[in-house]
Nanobody, 124 residues
């Protein structure tokens, strides 16, 4: 059974950058598609990005296209989310999760295992 741990969150000013990492343990990582999700206070959890087993399958929700970049390093069991030009509306707890697929148009499929999340706060 895979376990996921997120890191890299923090407080950043608008226009700044953060790099989140999702590190997996307990199972071979390269069998999993991975999704990034976020939940802001009072809002539903939304899918932000995902990356498939083959790196050609990557999805971004419209609000982060051109600002966020997802990558994976199977040798390090890591999926990263590089977040640039951050906006106050990006403030949320960010989670990574295993998903059963990542569709470049429609996004992540059903989720299975979740990390515990990392807080991202964008504020001046």
């Amino acid at each position: 059974q895979v376990q996921l741990v997120e890191s890299g969150g923090g407080l950043v000013q608008p226009g700044g950058s953060l790099r989140l990492s999702c590190v997996a343990s307990g199972s071979s990582f390269d069998y999993y598609s991975i999704g990034w999700f976020r939940q802001a206070p009072g809002k539903e959890r939304e899918g932000v990005s995902c990356i498939g087993i083959t790196r050609g399958s990557i999805y971004y929700t419209n609000s982060v296209k051109g600002r966020f970049i997802t990558s994976r390093d199977d040798a390090k069991n890591t999926v990263d989310l590089q977040m640039n030009n951050l906006k106050p509306e990006d403030t949320a707890v960010y989670y990574c999760a295993t998903v059963d697929y990542c569709d470049p148009t429609y996004g992540p499929g059903s989720t299975a295992t979740w990390g515990s999340g990392t807080q991202v706060t964008v504020s001046s």
